[in-house]
């Protein structure tokens, strides 16, 4: 073979593989290696800004950007779920049971105390029970956050004079005349 037919051949083991702007290698989609994250979190902390720390190690500025808030919001350095794991989502609804249990028995309880319970009864490790606004959330959705439904009362609606009730006529029983036409030529057809 002479060196001009040799051809360079690039192979993933993933087969997903794509280069960036930088010269990084990427995988669309999927979360960067552990190893990337940890040293995107040491070069902030030593004090690198992103876009030198983007440019050296070669990964996007967004990726680095949404790393590092990520960090500063939850301490984590962990990547988001990408599809959810049968195995995980079992897990999240067996803590939903949890909760809607702990809740129907002290329904005063309030999200943060219901999150303490969950650690405290090692439902859930203080590193993965859910957070304070998806304890909120999951009990809205349920309508479990009132303690007792008789203490709410709802207002009474009142007719608007802009209704299409009022405008027709019908908020007072009363039928106004080219309705009572206009029903009684729909009758006829």
């Known amino acids: ?40 979190i040491e070069m902030a902390s030593s004090g690198i800004k992103p876009c030198h ?41 067996a803590v939903e049971k949890h909760i809607l249990a702990l809740k129907a028995k002290r329904p005063n309880l309030c999200a943060s105390e219901l999150r303490s319970c969950l650690i405290e009864q090692e439902i859930c490790s203080a590193e993965n029970a859910p957070t304070v ?14 303690s007792n439904s008789k203490d709410i009362k709802t207002p009474k609606k009142s007719p608007l004079n802009y209704s299409i009730e009022h405008i027709l006529g019908l908020d007072g029983g009363l039928l106004p ?6 029903n009684f030529i729909i009758k006829q057809i």
């Open 1 to 40: 073979m002479s060196d001009t037919n040799k051809t360079i051949t690039f192979t993933n083991i993933m087969g997903q593989g794509r280069i960036n702007q930088l010269g990084g290698v990427f995988i669309n989609g999927r979360p960067l290696p552990h190893h990337i994250r940890i040293k995107i």
């Open 53 to 93: 720390i983007s440019r050296q190690l070669r990964v996007s500025h967004g990726a680095v950007s949404k790393i590092l808030n990520r960090y500063a919001e939850t301490g984590s350095v962990s990547p988001g779920q990408i599809g959810g794991n049968p195995r995980s989502r079992l897990a999240i609804q």
């Open 133 to 146: 606004s998806s304890i909120n959330r999951h009990i809205r959705s349920k309508k479990l956050n009132c």
């Open 177 to 182: 005349e080219f309705f009572s036409y206009f």
